[in-house]
């Protein structure tokens, strides 16, 4: 097991769980986790930094500070990361289908008129649902600020970047204060090397890692091509949803006008009906692009 600065698994080894263990962990999340995105990050570190024990807050912080720095739903691209890390590229699929599939479900229905769900979204039980979120985003920040920030110089970084993300309340202040806080601590913060089998792995090797990113740049800048020449509605429809996860920084509710300006002018769905959907994703446990246009 780490000690209290060690980083990457505990007790553990890379790729000891099963996909169909990642499943059932992610969908019981996604069966509870309301709250939005920063809520999401605090379930999954009392889950699977607490009580399963499959990485320690170090690395547990690092990937969540990677996945913030990266375009697209950060909460989403942790529990993926989470699920690779447990039980290869099958892990990381059966960790964004268990936490996206409720969420999925329920908007389907409210999608065909089963669920009144745009009233549920107004209720008192799915705000006393939210309100709780609150309770475990702040445990959670107790939690990471114990271990991650035992000195002044550590708790002096975490409160400045937090000012600095309040008062630039974008993606751009959340990228600043990330980077900001890289450099001061790359400069003047030491941290003993990790020992040898505590770092974190997810088993990707380094050519496999420049393929993925080269498909990355193809389809962004190869798929709206195609479909200008092509003329498809429904691979406009693909290039939009990609682009706005490549894009656009800060999680689901930025993504939301992107999302709303592919599917709305075009008359696939109706603003109307596209704010609709937008309400009753908030009374739904989960992540929240998957919902948002019904």
């Given at each position: 097991m780490?000690?209290d600065?060690?980083s990457?698994?505990?007790?553990?080894?890379a790729?000891?769980?099963?996909?169909?263990?990642?499943?059932g962990a992610?969908?019981?999340?996604?069966?509870t986790?309301?709250?939005?995105?920063?809520?999401?990050?605090?379930?999954?570190?009392?889950e699977?930094?607490?009580?399963r024990?499959w990485l320690?807050?170090?690395?547990y912080?690092d990937?969540v500070?990677?996945?913030?720095?990266?375009?697209g739903?950060?909460?989403?691209?942790?529990?993926?990361?989470l699920?690779?890390g447990?039980?290869?590229?099958?892990?990381?699929?059966?960790?964004w289908l268990?936490?996206?599939?409720?969420?999925?479900?329920a908007?389907?229905?409210?999608?065909?008129?089963?669920l009144?769900?745009?009233g549920?979204a107004?209720s008192?039980?799915?705000?006393?649902?939210?309100?709780?979120?609150v309770?475990?985003?702040?445990q959670?920040?107790?939690?990471?600020?114990?271990?991650?920030?035992p000195?002044?110089?550590?708790?002096?970084?975490?409160i400045?970047?937090?000012?600095?993300?309040?008062a630039?309340?974008?993606?751009?202040?959340?990228?600043l204060?990330?980077?900001?806080?890289?450099?001061?601590?790359?400069?003047?913060?030491?941290?003993?090397p990790?020992?040898a089998?505590e770092?974190?792995?997810?088993?990707v090797?380094?050519?496999?890692?420049?393929v993925l990113?080269?498909?990355f740049?193809?389809?962004?800048?190869?798929?709206p091509?195609?479909?200008?020449?092509?003329g498809?509605p429904?691979?406009?429809?693909?290039t939009?949803?990609y682009?706005?996860?490549?894009?656009v920084f800060?999680?689901?509710?930025?993504?939301?006008?992107?999302?709303?300006?592919?599917v709305?002018?075009?008359?696939?769905?109706g603003?109307?009906?596209?704010?609709?959907?937008?309400?009753a994703a908030?009374a739904?446990?989960?992540?929240?692009?998957?919902?948002?246009?019904?």
């Open positions: 780490s000690d600065t060690g990457g698994m505990v007790g553990k080894t790729r000891s769980g099963s996909a169909a263990e990642v499943f992610f969908l019981k999340l996604g069966l986790s309301f709250g939005g995105p920063i809520a999401h990050l605090g379930y999954f570190r009392s699977f930094v607490e009580r024990q320690d807050d170090r690395s912080s990937l500070a990677l996945c913030q720095f990266l375009p739903p950060a909460s989403s691209q942790v529990g993926m990361a699920g690779l447990r039980a290869g590229w099958l892990g990381a699929l059966a960790a268990g936490f996206t599939l409720p969420s999925a479900i908007l389907m229905l409210f999608a065909f008129g089963v009144g769900a745009s549920l107004q008192g039980a799915v705000h006393g649902l939210m309100v709780m979120a309770a475990v985003v702040a959670a920040v107790q939690g990471m600020a114990r271990s991650l920030c000195d002044r110089l550590r708790a002096a970084i975490a400045g970047a937090a000012l600095l993300v309040l630039l309340a974008s993606a751009f202040g959340q990228i204060a990330i980077v900001l806080g890289g450099l001061i601590g790359w400069r003047w913060v030491s941290l003993p990790p020992a089998g770092s974190a792995s997810y088993g090797s380094r050519r496999v890692s420049a990113l080269a498909i740049a193809v389809l962004l800048f190869g798929l091509l195609v479909a200008a020449l092509s498809l429904a691979l406009s429809a693909i939009g949803f682009q706005a996860g490549a894009l800060g999680g689901g509710h930025v993504v939301l006008p992107l999302l709303q300006a592919t709305v002018p075009p008359g696939w769905v603003n109307d009906t596209f704010l609709a959907g937008y309400g908030q739904v446990p989960g992540p929240l692009p998957p919902s948002s246009a019904p």
